[in-house]
């Protein structure tokens, strides 16, 4: 069994920052895509930012040149650096990894989700 347990969320102004951390363990051979997704009030779950175990990124067109996506490979963690922070970056964020795995003795890849942590800007 995997477990991704997310932390940094909170209360922040318009135009400040916040870093979500997140963190998988449990039965991991290896971490291949590593994400950052998000749902707000009334909307569906999306896309924020992907990352590659090589290090090649994604970002979703509302957050780029404001959040950065990384990971430390060696601590099976992925962090999210948020900037210039918008009411419309109120959501819950969700970390989600693509995490092989051996059952048994069959090699299987699954994605696995976090619990979700709360950012909410306001003015």
């Known amino acids: 069994q995997v477990q991704l347990v997310e932390s940094g969320g909170g209360l922040v102004q318009p135009g400040g920052s916040l870093r979500l951390s997140c963190e998988a363990s449990?039965?991991?051979?290896?971490?291949?895509?590593m994400g950052w997704y998000r749902q707000g009030p009334g909307k569906q779950r999306e896309l924020v930012a992907t990352?590659?175990?090589?290090?090649?990124?994604n970002y979703a067109d509302p957050v780029k040149g404001r959040f950065t996506i990384s990971r430390d490979n060696a601590k099976n963690t992925v962090s999210l650096q948020m900037n210039s922070l918008i009411p419309e970056d109120t959501a819950v964020y969700y970390c989600?990894?693509?995490?092989?795995?051996?059952?048994?003795?069959?090699?299987?890849?699954?994605?696995?989700w976090g619990q979700g942590t709360q950012v909410t800007v306001f003015s």
């Open positions: 989600n990894a693509d995490v092989g795995s051996y059952t048994g003795s069959v090699y299987r890849t699954r994605g696995y």
């Open positions: 449990g039965s991991i051979l290896s971490i291949y895509t």
């Open positions: 990352i590659t175990r090589g290090g090649s990124t």
